[in-house]
Each structure stands twice: as structure tokens, then as C-alpha cells.
């Protein structure tokens, strides 16, 4: 089943368009990562498929429901963000109560032991919290609530590394016993590789790459050998991304070598060395500007 | 970015790690092997991802599937794996250790009588 | 995992319980507001007049700012609870911008009547107080169990009036979310330009001889009623593609 179907949908504000035609579907029951530079509009993507916002034009739909005024996407939808706001009145308690209270599929016993296990205080209040344990307490609600569509958007805000660790690992937990649709979002892919099964990564308003992060990890390859060697078979490729240490150099091309182009390779004393998922994230949103090497090479031929 | 350490992608390390295990027989013919939710929860990784380590396995028939029951270890699956193992990794470091060799000028009898030697030396440590 | 199927009832229900319970400030502004129209009514008038055998002096006590303090309150409540702070409180759980107007809307409901009976009870308790300081001729309007009717009358009538100045709030509220240019002009049209004594333009010259002249309860209960639910559909419709958590 779709969960989430977005079909041409443009979202612009009054000076520039976040998001533009784009086209994807999640299915039931996968958790995708959903992976862009600062201001690409995932978050945009994310408040949209929540019904919070709505796009300017193209038809969106969740769980076959335009989600903007929604009530069926609502009830079975959770946007964990900063954004989450609870009246000062309501001590952090009172709120599981009230989550409690709103969602029907509510693991109370679940929300109480992580809040234990966090240390969070019942009486808090909300506004009280610092950074990192507003987020904690957010997750809690967004793991607990064991909604159908679950999003979560740069959870990890302000948490510690420990903190992090755990997160995640109750996350997928929660997700093995509970399979859900779940999406992620956050600006350290590394950190989430392993968890996720889908990226969608999202480059200049447009999807750049969607599907199994296996085939992101296979689609780059990293060629590190002699120089000389190294650029005899990159030459004809489309490279996307190089670093030269001294004779050696380290190019990343389409992983798309014939068997024996592979034996000429090793024959050569060329390595083929697999991407990690982050690797390929920041290669194909490098762009035509290059990498960051490219700003100190240009002013130093200028 | 100069990683030179070639970290496999993480379901062929599970594919790996589920071959050890049968080779060195913790792992015996017709034994259920984890699921791919125990493997998930194992490792810290997605369940898909996980399950694509054991579809690895499945293809090479070193696995196989019972409906309903799990995956299994399949009878022949540690001589299979042992000629697999054979054949890539063992040729692989010999075709190191003579190009090594070739580079260190050190000929076939020396290379030989080198071999025996660390042979002999690794059966005392045994002892 | 299975989908729910909400109704919307039940979710308005829910909101307006987590309303009673989130939006206590609420009380808290209510009850300081009446204090205050309690202090005023303390200090609306006195004076002395009399011959060289007799001599009076008096002193008005009004519980009429109890209840004006109370509209005030209605009315500023009504934007209160229209502004982004409390719009995102609300939709950090299951919501649509409907059922969050209707939950708002019994909630604002509830307590202008709590509102209405407390304020005119509020003039009791000066009468009560004047009472013990001074043992003077007492002149009073009907109370309770003096005039029975009259005094539930006097309730009826505040509860109304506060459920319209909680109304127009909200819808001005509303209005103010769609954009904030709206504020000059209502400050314009409302206040500045009936001082020019244009035709057409006295709003609330019209409102107060509307509704305050209206000498039936029922008639006046009726219009109030009818303001308030189009007052209440103005706020639907115009923010009903409003975008929160932005």
C-alpha cells in the first residue's frame, strides 16, 4: 500500500520555490531517510506530508487523502520537529496524558520507561527543557505514539552522542516490533546509514536519488591507485569527485566495470573501494561547483 | 578521505559473519539460522538491509527456505563455502604474497621454506 | 499497522478536554480582571451634601466594572486564543484547522458563561463588603433574594454579552492571523472615522443601539446567537487554509 504520493508538486513562497515537480511515493511499512543540504526543503516535504502546509500546486496524498485539513491523516500521522509546542500550563506528565488521550495506538508503558530511562522529571514544563532534552522528550512522543506514519524531522537536535545512540537504537527497536512507515530526516546521513532501508535524497527541490540505500552505496565507486593509472580509466567517465595525494589519486566514478575492466584494475594495483551511502550523498550534491577544493584552486590560478 | 581501509558494505559483513559461523561450525547443516530482525537487532541495522545478507546466501544456496519456519543452513552449505573461500580469498592472498614477493626479490624457494618456517613456528605457539 | 477512522465529534471532544486543561491561563486573566473591576467599583463616586441639622454623605458602589472588566477580557481572550502559539499547541496533536475552531469555540463558550455568572455575583461581594464597613442606609439593586428574576436576568444578560465580546474577538483574531495589515484598519474604520461623523461608518454607534436597546431577552438572545455563529463562520472560512508550524 502508498502511504504518501506526491505527484508534480511545486511549493514556492513569495521569492523562490522550495520544492519543485516532484514526484515520489513511500510504501507501507519502510523506513526512508530523508537526506539534503541545509534548506532543500525536507523539512517543507515533511509539514506538507503532515498537513500542516500546503503545496502551491500538484496533488499530494496520504493514506489516499489530501493530508491539508485532514482528519484521517492527522489522527494516524506524527510530525516529531522543533516545532512542537505545549502549553506552559501542562507539566510533561500532563502531556503523555493528553498523547495518551489523542492516539489511539499510545504505548503508555513504552513512553513511561523511556522517560525514566531519560531522567526526564514529571512536573517540567515543556519551555523548561534545554535543546537536547526537548528533543528526547519529542522522540519519546513520536516513538510511543506508534502511529501509522510516523516523521520524524532532525530528532537529534542538541542531543548528545550518547543520547543519539540511543535514540536510534530504541527507534529501530520500536520499528522491528512495530513496523511502520517512518520517515527521517537528518543532516548526518553517517550517523543513520545503517538504520534506514529507503533514501530519498532531495538536491536543488527535486529528488536526486530515491530507492534501497544498498543501491546508493553500489552506484559510486572509488578507484585509489597511481596517478597516472587512475586517470587512464577515469578519463571517459563522468567523475564525481577527486582528491590527489602526491603520485596517488582517489577518484569516484559510476560503479560500472566489466569483469575484466575489474581484473585490469587490480592488475594495475588499482583498489576498488565501496562508498559508504554519505560518500555518495555529498558527491551527487556537489554540484557543477565542484568541492570545496575547487574555491582554493581557483583563487590560487586567478 | 583517504580511508584506505576497504570496509565492506554492511550486508555483505553480514553475509560474512553467517559464513564464519558455518564454517567454523557454530552454525550446522539444517540448523535455523537468525532471522532478519534478530540480524537487525544484532547488528543495529534496517531489517531490509539485513535481509539482503541473507538473500545473498539464499542465491548461493548456502541457505535455504522452509515456508513459515525460517531460513536454514543448507547440508552441503560449509563445502560450498569452504571452495568459495578457496578459490576467492585464499587465491587472492597468494596472488598478494608473490606480487609481494616479486617486489622484495625474494624467490619461490626462500617464499617456500618462509611459509614452513611461520608453519612451524604458529604449531609451538599451538603447543 | 491498522488506520484509525476518527470521528470529528470525538476529536472536538478530546480538544476542548485538553483546552480546560492547557489554556488555565485563561482562568487565571479572568479572575485577575474581575479583582480589578472589583477595585474600580470601590472608587466609582461619593460626596456629602446636607443643612446645618443633617448632614449626608454618600458614596456609589458599582459591581458595573466587574462586568465591563469581564467583556474586556471576553473580548481580548477571543483574540488570545486565535494567535500561533496556541495554534501550534494544538496541532502538536491529532487536529484540523475545523476541529481546533469548533474545540476553541465550546471552550471560549464555557467560559464566558463561567465568566457572565461570576461577574455579576462580583457585585454581591461589594455590597457584602461595603455592608461591614459602614453601617450606613443601604440602597441597592435587586439581588438574589430580593428579586429573583431580576437577578437571573442580570446573569442571563452578562452571559450573552460576553459570549458576543468573546466572539468578536475571535473573528478579529482571525483576522489579524490572515494578516496584520488588518489592525490599522479596524483601528481606521471602528475608532477614527466615526469621530468625522461619515454616514455609514458609526459600527459601533449601530452595535451598541442593537443590541443595548433591545428591550426583550429572547429577541436579544436570539441576536446575539445569530452574531456570534456568523461571527463564528467568518473565523472558519478565512482561516481555514491557514498553514501552522511553519
Known amino acids: 500500500m502508498t502511504v504518501i504520493k506526491f505527484n508534480n508538486v511545486t511549493k514556492s513562497y513569495r521569492t523562490h520555490s522550495v520544492l519543485d515537480h516532484m514526484d515520489f511515493t513511500i510504501e507501507e511499512g519502510v523506513l526512508t531517510g530523508v537526506i539534503g543540504r541545509n534548506g532543500v526543503g525536507k523539512s517543507t516535504l515533511m509539514k506538507i506530508s503532515a498537513g500542516y502546509i500546503q503545496a502551491t500546486s500538484g496533488e499530494v496524498q496520504v493514506f489516499s487523502e489530501n493530508p491539508f485539513n485532514s482528519l484521517k491523516v492527522s489522527a494516524n500521522s506524527i510530525l516529531v520537529d522543533d516545532t512542537m509546542s505545549f502549553s506552559d500550563k501542562l507539566s510533561l506528565s500532563d502531556i503523555l496524558k493528553e498523547a495518551n488521550r489523542f492516539y489511539l495506538n499510545w504505548d503508555a508503558q513504552l513512553a513511561q520507561r523511556l522517560f525514566d530511562y531519560f531522567s526526564f522529571h514529571p512536573d517540567v514544563r515543556h519551555k523548561h527543557l534545554s535543546k537536547g532534552k526537548k528533543s528526547t522528550f519529542n522522540a519519546i512522543i513520536g516513538i510511543a505514539s506508534h502511529c501509522p506514519l510516523t516523521i520524524f524531522d532532525e530528532p537529534t537536535t542538541g542531543m548528545d552522542t550518547a543520547v543519539r545512540k540511543d535514540f536510534y537504537r530504541a527507534l529501530l527497536k520500536d520499528y522491528i516490533a512495530n513496523p511502520r512507515t517512518i520517515l527521517l530526516s537528518s543532516h548526518h546521513l553517517e550517523e543513520i546509514e545503517d538504520l534506514l532501508e529507503d533514501i530519498l535524497l532531495i538536491h536543488d527541490g527535486k529528488i536526486r536519488f530515491h530507492g534501497p540505500i544498498t543501491d546508493l552505496q553500489e552506484m559510486l565507486v572509488k578507484l585509489v591507485g597511481k596517478k597516472v593509472n587512475v586517470l587512464a580509466h577515469t578519463s571517459k567517465r563522468t567523475i564525481f569527485g577527486s582528491q590527489v595525494n602526491g603520485a596517488y589519486s582517489e577518484v569516484l566514478v559510476e560503479n560500472k566495470f566489466t569483469a575484466d575492466e575489474k581484473i585490469r584494475l587490480s592488475e594495475e594495483g588499482i583498489k576498488m573501494i565501496p562508498v559508504s551511502a554519505n560518500d555518495a550523498y555529498v558527491a551527487l550534491t556537489t554540484g557543477a561547483k565542484g568541492g570545496i577544493d575547487d574555491v582554493f584552486n581557483r583563487t590560487a590560478t586567478d | ?127 | 499497522m491498522y488506520l484509525t477512522e476518527p470521528r470529528l465529534t470525538d476529536i472536538v471532544k478530546k480538544q476542548f478536554l485538553y483546552k480546560l486543561n492547557a489554556y488555565t491561563g485563561v482562568f487565571s486573566s479572568l479572575l485577575i480582571m474581575q479583582l480589578i473591576g472589583l477595585f474600580f467599583g470601590f472608587n466609582t463616586g461619593g460626596g456629602s451634601s446636607g443643612s446645618e441639622s443633617l448632614t449626608i454623605n454618600w458614596r456609589s458602589l458599582s459591581g458595573d466594572m466587574a462586568v465591563i472588566f469581564t467583556l474586556f477580557w471576553a473580548f481580548s481572550t477571543g483574540i488570545l486564543i486565535t494567535t500561533l502559539a496556541y495554534r501550534n499547541d494544538a496541532f502538536s496533536f491529532v487536529s484540523t484547522r475545523l476541529s481546533h475552531h469548533v474545540s476553541s469555540f465550546l471552550f471560549l463558550l464555557v467560559m464566558s458563561c463561567i465568566a457572565g455568572i461570576t461577574a455579576p455575583l462580583a457585585s454581591s461581594v461589594i455590597k457584602l463588603i461595603s455592608l461591614f464597613q459602614h453601617n450606613a442606609v443601604f440602597i441597592e439593586t435587586s439581588g438574589l433574594f430580593a428579586s429573583p428574576v431580576d437577578f437571573f436576568i442580570r446573569i442571563a444578560t452578562a452571559v450573552i454579552y460576553t459570549i458576543l465580546f468573546a466572539g468578536f474577538g475571535y473573528v478579529i483574531g482571525s483576522l489579524i492571523q490572515l494578516s496584520k495589515l488588518v489592525i490599522p484598519f479596524l483601528v481606521i474604520g471602528l475608532f477614527i472615522l466615526p469621530l468625522f461623523n461619515i454616514s455609514g461608518t458609526g459600527f459601533i454607534e449601530y452595535m451598541v443601539i442593537f443590541f443595548g436597546f433591545e428591550t426583550s431577552l429572547l429577541i436579544f438572545l436570539v441576536k446575539v446567537l445569530i452574531t456570534v455563529l456568523v461571527l463564528f463562520a467568518i473565523s472558519v472560512a478565512i482561516t481555514n487554509k491557514t498553514e501552522v508550524r511553519k
Open chain 2, 1 to 127: 578521505m583517504f580511508d584506505m581501509d576497504a570496509s565492506k558494505l554492511i550486508y555483505i559483513q553480514i553475509a560474512d559473519w553467517i559464513e564464519t559461523e558455518i564454517i567454523d561450525r557454530t552454525l550446522k547443516p539444517d540448523e535455523k539460522v537468525h532471522s532478519q530482525y534478530q540480524l537487525a537487532e544484532l547488528f543495529n541495522i534496517n531489517p531490509a538491509t539485513a535481509g539482503k545478507g541473507l538473500t545473498l546466501l539464499l542465491e548461493a544456496k548456502i541457505l535455504y527456505k522452509r515456508r513459515g519456519l525460517g531460513t536454514f543452513v543448507a547440508p552441503d552449505g560449509r563445502e560450498k563455502l569452504l571452495a568459495k573461500r578457496k578459490e576467492e580469498t585464499l587465491r587472492k592472498l597468494i596472488t598478494k604474497l608473490l606480487d609481494e614477493a616479486r617486489l622484495l626479490d625474494v624467490d619461490d624457494n626462500q617464499l617456500l621454506s618462509m611459509i614452513e618456517a611461520e608453519r612451524d613456528r604458529k604449531k609451538e605457539g599451538l603447543l
